[in-house]
T-cell receptor, first 114, second 117 residues
Framework: KNQVEQSPQSLIILEGKNCTLQ??????????LRWYKQDTGRGPVSLTI?????NTKSNGRYTATLDADTKQSSLHITASQLSDSASYIC?????????????FGSGTQLTVLP | DAGVIQSPRHEVTEMGQEVTLRCKPI?????LFWYRQTMMRGLELLIY????????DSGMPEDRFSAKMPNASFSTLKIQPSEPRDSAVYFC???????????????FGPGTRLTVL
C-alpha cells in the first residue's frame, strides 16, 4: 500500500531559527516527490519537485533533500520568518505508464513565533 | 494571468441538494485536477483531466460525484445529492505539459469551502 508519513505533526519555533521537516514514503514505482506550503484558508503552493535522480533542490530559504534508497525526504527551512507559519505537505507521485497517482502526507503544521 | 479561478468560494447547502463547483484553469494548461481536503483525510485527488479528457477518476468517492470539462477553460464538479459528509474544501489545480508529462508544478486555486447541513 502506498503511504506517506510526515513528522512531526506540529512544530513551534522562534523566528530566525532553522527547522527540518521529515517525510518517509512507501510508494512504487516512484516518479517524483513534492513539497507544498499551504497557508490557512489558501490553496497549496508548490515549493519543490524532485525526481529520484535529484538529491537536493532549493527554493529560497527552503531546501528539500531526497534519498531514494531509504525513501526519505526532508524540508529544511533556514532563518524562519513569521510568514513561514503554514502546513507543509509532502506528496509522493507514483508512475504507471502515462497514469500518475498522488499519495499525500497529512502535513506538518509549523508555527513561527516572534 | 489571474491564476486558477474557483467559484463559489463558499457554499452552504442542505442535504439532498445539488451542488456545482466551478473552475477556470490557467490559460494554456492542459492538465486539470480536482482535490478534496478535510481535517480527517487531508488532501485527496478526486479526478484529473488531460486536454479536457478525464484520465483517472478512481478518487471520486461515489456515483454522487461527477466532473466535466467541456472545454479547455472550464470544469465543473457536481455532487448530487449532497450529504453532510461531503463537507470539505474542494480545490482545483492546473499544470502544463512541459517536458515531463504530468510531472510539472501544479497551481492551485483558492478552493471552495462546502458545508452541507
Amino acid at each position: 500500500k502506498n503511504q506517506v508519513e510526515q513528522s512531526p505533526q506540529s512544530l513551534i519555533i522562534l523566528e530566525g531559527k532553522n527547522c527540518t521537516l521529515q517525510c518517509n514514503y512507501t510508494v512504487s514505482p516512484f516518479s517524483n516527490l513534492r513539497w507544498y506550503k499551504q497557508d490557512t484558508g489558501r490553496g497549496p503552493v508548490s515549493l519543490t519537485i524532485m525526481t529520484f535522480s535529484e538529491n537536493t533542490k532549493s527554493n529560497g530559504r527552503y531546501t528539500a533533500t531526497l534519498d531514494a534508497d531509504t525513501k526519505q525526504s526532508s524540508l529544511h527551512i533556514t532563518a524562519s520568518q513569521l510568514s513561514d507559519s503554514a502546513s507543509y505537505i509532502c506528496v509522493a507521485v507514483v508512475s504507471s505508464g502515462s497514469a500518475r497517482q498522488l499519495t499525500f502526507g497529512s502535513g506538518t503544521q509549523l508555527t513561527v513565533l516572534p | 494571468d489571474a491564476g486558477v479561478i474557483q467559484s463559489p468560494r463558499h457554499e452552504v447547502t442542505e442535504m439532498g441538494q445539488e451542488v456545482t463547483l466551478r473552475c477556470k484553469p490557467i490559460s494554456g494548461h492542459d492538465y486539470l485536477f480536482w482535490y478534496r481536503q478535510t481535517m480527517m483525510r487531508g488532501l485527496e485527488l478526486l479526478i484529473y483531466f488531460n486536454n479536457n479528457v478525464p484520465i483517472d477518476d478512481s478518487g471520486m468517492p461515489e456515483d454522487r460525484f461527477s466532473a466535466k470539462m467541456p472545454n479547455a477553460s472550464f470544469s465543473t464538479l457536481k455532487i448530487q445529492p449532497s450529504e453532510p459528509r461531503d463537507s470539505a474544501v474542494y480545490f482545483c489545480a492546473s499544470s502544463d505539459l512541459g517536458t515531463t508529462r504530468f510531472d510539472n508544478e501544479q497551481f492551485f486555486g483558492p478552493g471552495t469551502r462546502l458545508t452541507v447541513l
